[in-house]
């Protein structure tokens, strides 16, 4: 099964998301795992945490990986640079915003979808949100 990562700065913001994605669909299960602040507790990401955490979440079907910064996505560019070439060959780096992105992919990977498609699906889901902002103004 495709498995996530979340990669953020603050343990307490990840914490928070993988809460919600895992509560608003309840049943599923995907494999999630957390790479989330400093060593000693601070702000920032670890690139060693985040390689950890992608071996941790692998299952040999692949992963994707959601950030909440861009800065967190540079460091997962990192961990891909640590990992195994084989496995770092299975992940994927989703642009997506991190609370939709997680909660589509976390429904696309329980409902077994191949990375590909959990990653697209991540990637898409704001768009959703935008259009719904879109739309036409209340009378």
């Known amino acids: 099964m495709t498995g996530l990562v979340i990669v953020s700065h603050s343990r307490t913001l990840a914490d928070?998301?993988?809460?919600?994605a895992?509560?608003?669909?309840?049943?599923?299960?995907?494999?999630?795992?957390?790479?989330?602040?400093l060593p000693d507790g601070s702000l920032g990401t670890d690139a060693t945490e985040i390689m950890a955490a992608i071996e941790r979440?692998?299952?040999?079907?692949?992963?994707?990986?959601?950030?909440?910064?861009g800065s967190g996505i540079l460091s997962a560019q990192t961990a891909l640079e640590l990992l195994d070439p084989?496995?770092?060959?299975?992940?994927?780096?989703?642009?997506?915003?991190?609370?939709?992105?997680?909660?589509a992919a976390y429904a696309a990977a329980g409902t077994g979808k191949d990375p590909a498609a959990v990653q697209a699906d991540a990637d898409a889901a704001a768009s959703l949100k935008l259009r719904q902002v879109a739309g036409p103004p209340p009378p």
């Open 16 to 20: 928070a998301a993988a809460a919600l």
């Open 22 to 37: 895992t509560g608003l669909i309840p049943g599923l299960t995907a494999p999630l795992e957390i790479a989330a602040g």
């Open 57 to 69: 979440a692998d299952d040999g079907t692949g992963v994707v990986v959601l950030a909440d910064l």
């Open 86 to 103: 084989e496995l770092a060959g299975r992940v994927r780096l989703s642009g997506g915003a991190l609370v939709e992105g997680l909660v």
